[in-house]
Nanobody
Framework: VQLVESGGGLVQPGGSLRLSCAASGFTFSSSYMTWYRQAPGKERELVARIGMTSGWTTYADSVKGRFTISRDNAKNTVYLQMNSLKPEDTAVYYC?????WGQGTLVTVSS
């Protein structure tokens, strides 16, 4: 299983970013996909999860209405669209599938 995140960076408060996670080594279309994040000095937390199709999703309360998780089973890729970003969204964002983790991508929200 290989998961490769991309799309992180520095963004001002109120801005947007889209993270991508390219997956390989397993049957992507049959797997739930999850985004987690870990802020400095804090535990890793679940941000969003999506079912095998885009018909089922769940979000942490802190990101509801601002973040959207989606997937493209033809591209073996899961996305996290992040809007109205806040400084407290600053974290390393990780993709997870089965028991595997990606390497993470850093999102910094700062003016």
């Amino acid at each position: 299983v290989q998961l490769v995140e991309s799309g992180g960076g520095l963004v001002q408060p109120g801005g947007s970013l889209r993270l991508s996670c390219a997956a390989s080594g397993f049957t992507f279309s049959s797997s739930y996909m999850t985004w987690y994040r870990q802020a400095p000095g804090k535990e890793r937390e679940l941000v969003a999860r999506i079912g095998m199709t885009s018909g089922w999703t769940t979000y942490a309360d802190s990101v509801k209405g601002r973040f959207t998780i989606s997937r493209d089973n033809a591209k073996n890729t899961v996305y996290l669209q992040m809007n109205s970003l806040k400084p407290e969204d600053t974290a390393v964002y990780y993709c997870r599938a089965l028991d595997a983790w990606g390497q993470g991508t850093l999102v910094t929200v700062s003016s």
